[in-house]
């Protein structure tokens, strides 16, 4: 029979196997931490591409619809992009919408097509027709995606 002092003394834990168990969770949460990070740098560049698709359907729909001026269009203010009504973007025109983007995030165009100091892309009222042109959404350390935009104003990934 044992006694109750030896009892006592069986129950509980090392410290060193308490310590191997923190070190082991430790390591655990760092691997979580790491993978969670490439989770959300990848949500992000999602984020910004579907913001810039999002944002050209809205200026499409409203020129294929005749709203207001009927031509609108699109044009990238870094970070932001900015919805606008008419042929040209004006700076102090208050129906200008401005979308908040991700400042990870840069939109690039062949010849800065896409700027606000630009033209940007602009829609033709009742059929949405367009120049057209490339869009690439850019974010460090993640591949590049282009949005290629054909003369019926349709969206090519």
Do not use: Q
């Not at 082991?24 to 992000?44: A, K, N, P």
């Not at 203010?77 to 042929?87: Q, S």
Request: charged letters at 20%.
């Amino acid at each position: 029979m044992k006694s109750l002092n030896t009892y006592k003394l069986a129950r509980g834990f090392t410290l060193i196997e308490v310590v191997i168990v923190v070190a082991l969770f430790s390591i655990l949460l760092g691997i979580g931490l790491l993978l969670s990070m490439d989770v959300y740098r990848s949500t992000l560049h999602r984020s910004g591409r579907e913001l810039l698709l999002d944002t050209l359907s809205l200026a499409r729909m409203r020129a294929f619809a005749n709203e207001g001026t009927g031509i609108h269009g699109v044009c990238s203010d870094p970070p932001d992009l900015i919805i606008f009504g008419g042929a040209t973007y004006n700076s102090s025109d208050p129906t200008n919408e401005r979308v908040l983007g991700a400042a990870t995030i840069r939109y690039e165009s062949e010849d800065n097509f896409f700027t606000c100091d630009r033209e940007g892309i602009i829609f033709s009222p009742l059929s949405a027709a367009t120049e057209g042109g490339r869009i690439t959404v850019v974010e460090t350390d993640r591949p590049d995606l282009i949005l290629t935009i054909n003369a019926e104003g349709a969206f090519l990934w």
